[in-house]
């Protein structure tokens, strides 16, 4: 990539960034030769020579990567440019034109900028200085080839540059240095105070070799003592400041005078800070390292200096940050060493002042704390093999974390010890360095894992929530005792016998309790190194106890009968039979069940279980030991008792409904079938029973009850669904949702909107109490705004008129439709009347002019018809305002006296009420017209119109005298005008026309201000637009999102605080290598069918493109080719309807125009306020630093910054990738935009002998360099490097995205996070509310702790693309609205779901930041953030209010990838401590809702499948042997209501109504319950049960796969657009483990039940019940073909085909993708077994074993074997299959032996084979046996064999390949593959032969676009137009 742009770019200008990085240093160079160019090209020759020069001293043998060819560029330029240049040169040698060029520069440049006090200035200043340095640099080189001296003058001014470029360095946010103080970000008085703070040294011990810098601070003197970096210093420092002066200024709304640090806001931060390592000191028994001093000027420098410290170990920490106690530990020894240092302790070793272990010299903290500890960290990860090895044998982040929670941990030492058992690696490492005498080296210290090991089993779900279980399994084994027992009856519980009999639940618990333990025992056997004596005590005791219970139990159970049942009888006759004492057991039961008392009380009084969790009494903590092993998290996370009788309410409703619906509908109609089948005698069997003797028929009553048994284990979930609709739907409903649907409830509701803008978005100046409780909820009204408050009228102006403008820049709206919905922004006073925006008022005046015209002097009718309508009205009353104002202020001279008398006149009328009887007002339209045509004219302004107006002038005069007024009113009044100039008695006709014609008489042209233009415009819209604008806007989108925020301005919300006092806040977002901006190129390219991402986006959003021409002024596409600025916004459209960085930049980027606007609203005089925000926008130019926009700026700095975390950047620069050009633009275009990049070096090795360079990693942050104002400097687009932060190694260890965060998170700033990913959006509406929402940290939620995570919703905005898109966008839209609002509240356990929330910074960064990175097992990173913070007792909020907009996977394939990504990731959550933790922390319902909300509901997926299985299994086990026959005459076979429902209650699942039923509620609460019900008719008309059924299968496959082998990993799904076909070997290789094959086993199982159940059942029952599952076959076969668009195109039929065949075929070896061979494929698809264990090993034969059922089973059903039963059979039909593959195997052999030397002898072998095989059956069929059914069946039989010999031979193959069979289980193999893949093809080529099928498909797939009035098939079919004429281009 790099030679070939660096040998492109020799021609034009030589791109300095393109530099290979071990020659970054050379880069500045470049960048001036680049700069200097275009003034002076002999510059610029002799810097780039200076360049090659510095290049080949800086790696002399070009060892570097990309080097050679970089210097081979640059040497073929300055070849060819030198001569040219040397002609150029004015002076007479270069180091004359070098010295004259440098004073020509300093001058021009650096004195005419020297005081400059503006933020553009000191950027170019910064910038002009860095130049100068680079261009002495190169002077000096010249004067030292030319041996010249160097002019005294140059010297003096160059040791200015040097002195002042160490000051002016780029800065972030704040500037620094000295000459900036008078920026207006630095004027700030709390800023001021922080930095005088921090300045503050008095009575440091500075080391003796110190040279005093000025303005020194705190942080450099903890630099210099323990040696952090320069840059981290730096970072840091901006940081605390920024921090400290937020939470002052927030405390102190008003400025003091004299900057001064409070020390309130400083210990506020404080707390928040040590908070944790306070927990951590109390938690180990130590004592914190924060002393303070006792004299109180010391106090608060002591306290910056601990914060500092912290901070500074934070910030250089790398991959330790995700060890929050592993900071705690480094900072507890180095804060105790600042203190020795203060206090002046003496070292006892040495006798000096004590210093601190590490440090003094440069880098010592990264190398010596951070390093060695960073390297245990990545030998872990190396030996996790990228996740592929277990678990369970190597430490992750939380592991090797955990260690610190021990007091062990003291054990490292400081300085720490480097052969402490923290360090060791295992043994494995050390086998090969034995020592000479081969004794083994030094036993194996490795630690091991800490408090718990993550094992792959599927125990572990039943481990983390045994309570739940237990409970549901005790709950059967009562139901079904009561139903086995007397009535049956619930009541019958009662009588003696059977209350008896319930009481052995006991003995079943205590079993229970026992297997809980020994679980627990054998899950943490690997952590049992690093365990303490008391925890493995603990783990034996319970053991101990639980077996004792098991023994006691029973024991005396038995002797509470009189006359014992069975089981009771044997134990008694060990015991000895003495009389029975019931007594024993009430006693023993009531002893077992005190710890349950115990905790019963507890949990109905959190508050009690809070204290004693965290309390550190040695009794209590016995207590609690035997509860639970104590930790360090998850200790008093109790809710309030409020929130608990909520969740305990919701979750007791939903219990007793389902036991309820399992007793009477499942369990007790099933008993009474179970008896009558256990008496009956089967002695007639179809095969070879082994058991033909078993009691009760055991086999049939276990295939009956299994599938019921299960889906009583499942349906919990299903209620779980319901319920949540119903509590969802009530609390969304509470919280005005949807009360704002439509544009005709926000027109009737209009009139309030600017009230709640002002109450909403607006601070409060007064402060009244608000209305609290249930009233407030159920009415929240703002008071209708009057009139004559400006100030409020203005305001909403602003706002509004904002949020309009956006959405034309986002082109939703056309210019038309933004002019009628606009308030003027200058408000016109003279009206007094509040003027609403035109789409309100349109087509009234014409309405209204209509009604007067016909009311014959009706006066009171036509105004009672006029105020019924309120618009009508205000729209009359503005007009006459505004006509009366216009026509006063154009007329001037003598006229104005007549055109005053009338108006005066009329308004006399007004006021009496009488207009229109006096007046005549049929002549009224004649007026309107002609004030049409002078507003026509007033628009165009045009001087040669003058006549025309004068003329109108007149013509106005006389309709509204003669017409209007009837003459005799007047006549005087205008006769007094002439008699004013000097005439009597009447006036010639002739003369009246003269009236306005003199000069002066009309002011036109008006001289136009932007007030004046949009007042004429407003009016003429309000005059003329005669059809009414109910549908503007008329785009959905825009509609939408107007209601939407209307609405939201009625919802709860917090009061909005002045922009200065809000909280601080950032936005983070990782960015990997995604699209950033779509290059032209994408854009045109068109895919296989010939469609352009450009077309298809043009027909997706028709009118959004028609607006974009509209804005950009041009006619077509072809018009947008001509220039550059047109292309680039081209690109800029086309890339935020796709999701791009570029789309989510801009998003994030409106929190900071919002927050402009906001101060400007806060911080405006009345009459700014009253000019407008538009007005300062456009009058930007009066800069200045007092100016009221930079004020604004200066505030939204402090407020908010964005920081994209680009982990590539730095290469993609280097390399010339145009991803790192489109970033660079973004960051010029938003200059308060930071790119966070991990910089990767190479650094030359000193040592020659290395040939490889070592590479060092940095964090780095850069912003853009500012564009200068100078304009005859070439515009560079170029950053500029702020901090660059050394890093210990490669950052990312773990799982990429974290990590990610995790590097960046160092650069944000504030006291909130909000974390966004890449496809995401935002609006200019919803940032307005961003300061509301984040008040919401300051209150508590539940009465017990302040919010850390506040949760947001999400609007999906990818569902318009194609059906797909459409169920998955309604699935998750559901998701994150009604399904987050009810885990938030009331059930409590909403943890982090991903992306728009926003955490309490300062919590998370001080307890392993936002999320998760260890490999794998924290695949879902952003689940584990909620759950950390849960279990840190953070509690997470979610909000209605506010949303932001995200996008989702489209195609199918997509789609399946991203839902196998989350099933992965709940598999690996199963088996994390974390779940472990809540499952066993939480209180036992909010344990539930935390199980059904997390991995309960993948689990009940899996069960759901699962029930299917062991349902056709089961009937297969009857029909086969004959059972079925036998009991046909059983109602329990023949028709079984009970397990009818069971399998209703599967296909309820499976059929996707669990997701619909929520769905339905929110779009019903939304959009309305009747658009809600339509919406789901037309899902399924479009399939989505298809859709969903298929995706079931795909949640089970993975979630099941990742328990028992693991193999998760990260899936890229791609965020494009899918119109494309995916080809048929695509959706083979992904989908024919997780569907294919098991839809053809299911085929199998139906098939067999079918030909061998048919004889005797009725057909109804036997539809009913396997319907569900032939439809579960039917999608998982053809689902992925149905859904491809142009899936039946015959042509791309054939296309797949040719492809499918040449896949199968090829040949894989190494180096081969999965995507070209089928072997590469294969050995990769079962690759996960490699690494499964065991147990995983053991599982999979297990299960294989099921194949060979069909063999045993249907082999004596063969017409031949009719008659016998023996085992024999079997036998044969084995010798069958051997004889087979013997036979295959020869053939295989014998080709590659015999096929080239003895080829016919083989031919012969050949033909020999199959005449032998044709003779046999030919026999087999003479005699009078073998049927063709005969055939079937046998396919059917040995089939499956073969499959299940496959998968056990996949499982085993280390021994298969030493056997020498691999190669024939492959041939085997692709001979199956070969058969699967025919079936599902034969079938849909056979649909594809019918034209109307991809007619149908299409409309079915598109029907979102279709109802938008788009040809698709169109775009599908590709018939482009003019194809030809493009391509010529």
């Not at 060990?574 to 007594?583: E, I, K, L, R, V």
């Not at 008896?675 to 009553?701: C, L, Y």
């Not at 309030?752 to 608000?770: D, M, Q, T, V, Y």
Request: charged content about 25%; some cysteine; proline content about 4%.
């Amino acid at each position: 990539m790099r030679t070939q742009t660096a040998g492109n770019l020799g021609e034009s200008m030589f791109d300095s960034e393109v530099v290979p990085s071990s020659l970054s240093e050379i880069a500045p160079i470049l960048r001036v030769a680049n700069e200097v160019e275009s003034s002076n090209p002999r510059v610029a020759y002799l810097c780039r020579f200076y360049a090659f020069e510095k290049a080949h001293r800086l790696d002399p043998t070009s060892s570097g990567r990309g080097v050679r060819q970089f210097k081979t560029a640059l040497l073929q330029r300055l070849e060819r440019e030198n001569a040219p240049t040397y002609m150029e040169r004015g002076k007479k040698s270069d180091a004359r034109e070098m010295q004259s060029f440098y004073q020509h520069y300093y001058k021009k440049y650096i004195q005419a900028l020297q005081n400059a006090a503006d933020k553009a200035d000191r950027a170019q200043l910064t910038k002009a200085y860095q130049t100068a340095n680079v261009l002495f640099e190169v002077l000096k080189a010249v004067n030292l080839t030319e041996s010249m001296e160097v002019d005294r003058e140059i010297l003096e001014a160059q040791d200015k540059v040097a002195e002042k470029t160490q000051i002016y360095v780029p800065y972030n946010i704040l500037p620094l240095d000295p000459d900036s103080a008078n920026q207006a970000i630095m004027r700030y008085p709390e800023i001021q105070a922080a930095v005088l703070a921090l300045r503050y040294t008095r009575g440091l011990p500075w080391p003796n070799e110190h040279n005093k810098k000025k303005d020194e601070d705190i942080l450099d003197w903890l630099q210099e003592m323990f040696g952090f970096q320069k840059d981290n210093v730096a970072n840091q420092r901006e940081h605390l400041i920024l921090l400290l002066a937020n939470v002052h200024i927030r405390q102190f709304p008003k400025p003091d005078q004299q900057p001064k640090l409070d020390d309130r806001a400083l210990t506020d931060v404080m707390k928040k800070l040590f908070k944790n390592y306070k927990r951590w000191c109390k938690y180990l028994d130590r004592k914190s390292s924060l002393w303070l001093p006792t004299i109180q000027q010391d106090v608060q420098q002591r306290k910056l200096l601990y914060m500092g410290l912290y901070l500074l170990i934070w910030g250089e920490a790398a991959n330790l940050r995700f060890m929050p106690e592993c900071l705690c530990y480094i900072y507890h020894h180095m804060a105790f060493e600042l203190y020795g240092m203060l206090a002046g302790n003496v070292s006892p070793m040495t006798g000096e002042n004590v210093k601190p272990a590490y440090g003094g010299e440069d880098e010592a903290f990264l190398r010596k704390v951070v390093t060695p500890i960073y390297e245990v960290i990545a030998r872990e990860a190396e030996r996790s093999k990228r996740g592929k090895s277990k678990h369970s044998q190597w430490r992750n982040y939380d592991d090797l974390n955990e260690y610190f929670w021990s007091v062990d941990c003291f054990r490292l030492g400081w300085p720490m010890r480097a052969d402490a058992d923290f360090f060791c690696l295992p043994i494995e490492r050390l086998r090969f360095e034995k020592s000479e005498d081969n004794k083994p080296a030094n036993r194996d210290r490795w630690l091991g894992k800490v408090n718990f090991v993550e094992i792959r089993s599927f125990w572990h779900i039943f481990r983390s929530f045994d309570r739940m279980w237990s409970f549901f399994i005790l709950c059967l084994q009562v139901m079904i005792i009561v139903a086995w027992n007397g009535s049956g009856n619930p009541s019958s519980i009662f009588e003696v016998d059977v209350f008896k009999k319930v009481l052995s639940v006991f003995i079943t618990a205590a079993i229970l309790k026992l297997g809980q333990a020994i679980l627990d025992v054998i899950l943490n056997w690997k952590a049992r190194r690093s365990m303490s004596f008391h925890v493995k005590l603990r783990y034996i005791l319970k053991v101990v106890s639980a077996a004792a219970w098991v023994i006691v139990l029973p024991v005396t159970y038995a002797y509470t009968w009189e006359n014992p049942p069975g089981f009771a009888q044997t134990i008694k006759s060990w015991f000895g039979s003495t009389a029975n004492s019931p007594s024993l057991f009430i006693l023993a039961v009531v002893i077992y069940l005190s710890p349950n008392m115990l905790s019963a009380v507890l949990f109905l009084f959190p508050f009690i279980r809070r204290v004693l969790e965290r309390s550190n009494y040695r009794i209590v903590m016995l207590i609690m030991w035997w509860s639970q092993p104590r930790l360090y998290v998850g200790r008093g996370m109790h809710e309030s008792a409020f929130s608990l009788f909520k969740y305990t309410l919701f979750w007791i409703l939903l219990i007793i409904t389902k036991l309820a619906f399992s007793f009477y509908i499942e369990i007790k109609p099933l008993v009474g079938p179970t008896k009558d089948i256990m008496r009956v005698r089967i002695t007639d069997f179809q095969w070879h029973e082994f058991f033909p003797r078993a009691k009760n028929n055991i086999g049939v009553v276990i295939a009956l009850w299994a599938p019921i048994i299960l889906v009583y284990f499942m349906d919990a979930q299903i209620w779980y669904a319901i319920f949540s609709t119903i509590f969802g739907g009530i609390y969304g409903a509470f919280r005005r949702l949807g009360e704002i649907r439509t544009l005709g409830m926000l027109r009737s509701r209009f009139q309030s909107l600017p009230g709640a803008f002002n109450g909403c978005l607006i601070p409060e100046e007064r402060s009244e109490p608000k209305k609290k409780g249930l009233r407030a909820t159920l009415s929240r009204n703002f008071a209708e705004i009057p009139s004559n408050k400006e100030k409020e009228a203005a305001r909403f102006a602003q706002l509004w008129n904002k949020v309009i403008t956006s959405f034309r820049e986002e082109d939703l709206i056309s210019d038309r439709e933004m002019n009628l919905l606009l308030v003027p922004y200058w408000a016109d006073r003279d009206l007094g009347l509040i003027q609403w925006p035109p789409f309100l008022l349109a087509s009234k005046i014409p309405i209204a002019l209509d009604m007067a015209k016909d009311s014959n002097g009706k006066d009171r009718e036509l105004k009672k018809r006029i105020e019924a309508d309120d618009y009508m009205s205000c729209a009359v009353k503005e007009c006459y305002a505004s006509f009366r104002n216009i026509i006063k202020f154009l007329v001037q001279g003598n006229e104005k006296r007549v055109i005053d008398d009338i108006f005066s006149e009329v308004d006399r009328h007004i006021e009496a009420g009488n207009l229109i009887s006096e007046y005549k007002m049929s002549s009224l339209p004649s007026l309107y017209d002609h004030f049409v045509k002078l507003i026509k004219y007033l628009l165009d302004n045009k001087q040669e119109d003058r006549d025309q107006v004068v003329i109108l002038f007149q013509d106005m005069l006389e309709v509204v005298t003669r017409d209007i007024m009837m003459e005799d009113h007047i006549s005087s009044l205008v006769e007094s005008v002439h008699g004013g100039s000097g005439h009597e008695g009447l006036v010639p006709l002739e003369q009246r026309y003269q009236l306005f014609a003199s000069s002066g008489a009309i002011r036109f042209p008006a001289p136009e201000t932007e007030a004046w233009k949009e007042k004429i415009k407003r009016l003429y819209l309000l005059l003329t637009t005669k059809e009414s604008a109910m549908d503007v806007p008329s785009n959905l989108e825009a509609r939408r999102r107007i209601s939407f925020f209307s609405n939201s301005l009625f919802m709860d919300m917090p009061e909005a605080p002045k922009v200065r006092n809000m909280l601080s806040f950032s936005v983070l977002t990782p960015y990997y290598t995604e699209e950033v901006l779509f290059s032209l190129r994408d854009l045109e390219i068109h895919n296989e069918d010939g469609v352009s991402i450009l077309f298809y986006l043009q027909k997706i959003f028709p009118d959004e493109w028609t607006n974009f021409l509209e804005r950009v002024k041009c006619n077509n596409e072809e018009e947008l080719k001509g220039s550059d600025e047109l292309e680039e916004e081209l690109r800029l459209w086309a890339s935020y309807r796709g999701q791009t960085l570029t789309r989510t930049v801009r998003g994030m980027m409106y929190y900071r125009k919002a927050l402009e606007l906001q101060a400007f609203l806060d911080m405006a005089k009345h009459e700014d306020l009253m000019e407008g925000y538009k007005a300062i926008e456009l009058n930007s130019d009066d800069k200045g630093e007092r100016s009221l926009l930079t004020q604004c700026q200066a505030v939204a700095d402090m407020k908010f910054t964005y920081v994209v975390s680009c982990q590539l950047y730095g290469i993609h620069k280097r390399s010339g990738d145009a991803r790192a050009q489109d970033i660079l633009k973004l960051m010029t275009k938003y200059p308060s935009l930071r790119v966070a990049y991990i910089d990767e070096v190479e650094e030359p090795s000193k040592d020659r002998s290395k040939k490889i360079n070592q590479k060092v990693y940095y964090s780095a942050l850069v912003k853009a360099v500012p564009k200068s104002k100078d304009s005859s400097i070439p515009v560079q687009n170029l950053d500029q490097v702020i901090y660059r932060i050394k890093l210990p190694g490669p950052a990312i260890l773990g799982e990429g995205k974290p990590e990610n965060q995790n590097h960046a998170i160092i650069f944000t700033r504030g006291e909130g996070l909000q974390t966004i990913d890449m496809n995401q959006d935002n609006y200019m509406e919803e940032a307005l509310k961003m300061r509301n929402l984040l008040q919401e940290f300051l209150k508590k939620h539940d009465g017990v702790r302040y919010p850390s995570i506040l949760g947001l919703r999400e609007h999906i905005f990818t569902g318009s693309v194609s059906s797909l898109a459409w169920f998955m966008s309604n699935q998750e839209t559901s998701f994150v609205t009604i399904g987050q609002r009810l885990l938030a509240n009331p059930l409590k356990v909403r943890f982090h779901y991903g992306h728009p929330d926003v955490f309490d910074r300062l919590f998370h960064l001080t307890r392993g930041g936002v999320s998760k990175a260890s490999k794998i097992i924290n695949l879902s990173e952003d689940i584990f953030a909620g759950f950390n913070s849960t279990l840190r007792e953070g509690n997470v909020t979610h909000h209605e209010y506010i949303q932001v907009g995200k996008g989702r996977d489209v195609g199918l394939n997509q789609i399946s990838m991203f839902e196998a990504k989350i099933a992965n990731g709940n598999g690996e959550q199963t088996l994390s401590r974390d779940l472990y933790r809540l499952g066993h922390r939480f209180d036992f319902f909010r344990m539930l809702s935390c199980y059904f909300t997390t991995i309960g509901f993948y689990f009940s997926t899996l069960i759901t499948v699962l029930t299917v299985y062991v349902f056709l299994y089961g009937r297969l086990y009857l029909v086969l042997s004959g059972l079925e026959e036998g009991l046909i005459t059983q109602p329990a076979i023949r028709d079984n209501k009970p397990l009818q429902v069971a399998l209703a209650s599967q296909s309820f699942v499976q059929l996707g109504f669990m997701m619909s039923l929520p769905m339905l509620m929110e779009i019903g609460l939304e959009r309305g319950f009747r658009t809600a019900l339509s919406e789901f008719i037309l899902m399924q008309l479009q399939l989505a049960p298809v859709f969903f059924t298929f995706s079931l299968g795909t949640k089970t496959h993975y979630y099941g796969r990742t328990l028992l082998h693991g193999g998760a990993k990260y899936r890229s799904t791609g965020r494009g657009f899918v119109v494309f076909h995916a080809k048929f070997a695509d959706n083979y290789r992904l989908y024919s483990r997780s569907h294919f094959v098991k839809g053809i086993e299911m085929m199998i199982l139906l098939i067999v039940y079918q030909i061998f159940g048919q004889s005797y059942r009725g057909a109804v029952a036997y539809i009913l019940i396997t319907i569900s599952m032939w439809f579960m076959v039917g999608t998982w076969l053809f689902a992925p073909f149905l859904f491809n668009p142009s899936g039946f195109e015959w042509q791309k039929i054939v296309d797949d085909w040719t492809d499918w065949n040449k896949w199968i075929s090829n040949r894989g070896g190494i180096g081969v993708p999965p995507e070209k061979s089928w072997e590469s494929w294969w050995e990769e698809e079962q690759e996960h077994l490699q690494h499964s264990g065991k147990r995983g090993i053991i599982a999979e034969i297990v299960l294989a074993l099921r194949f060979f059922i069909y063999q045993y089973g249907l082999v004596y059903h063969l017409k031949m074997t009719k008659h016998t039963k023996s085992f024999l059979v079997y036998g044969v039909s084995w010798l069958v299959i051997f004889l087979v593959l013997f036979v295959m195997k020869t053939v295989s052999v014998g080709r590659r032996k015999f096929s080239a030397n003895f080829q016919l002898v083989f031919r012969l072998i050949k033909g020999l084979i199959f005449l032998t095989f044709i003779s046999i059956l030919v026999t087999l069929i003479a005699l009078p046996h073998m049927t063709v059914r005969d055939i079937i069946v046998c396919i059917l039989a040995f089939m499956p064999t073969g499959w299940g010999m496959l998968l056990i031979a996949q499982a085993l193959k280390p021994v298969i390949h030493r056997a020498g069979f691999w190669g024939s289980v492959r041939t085997l193999a692709r001979g199956y593959e070969i058969v699967m893949g025919l079936l599902l093809f034969t079938p849909v080529a056979f649909l594809a032969w019918f034209p109307f099928v991809s007619e149908f498909q299409t409309r079915m797939l598109f029907n979102q676009a279709f109802s938008r009035g788009l040809q698709i098939s169109r775009i599908l079919g590709g018939q482009r137009k003019d194809r030809s004429s493009r391509n010529k281009e």
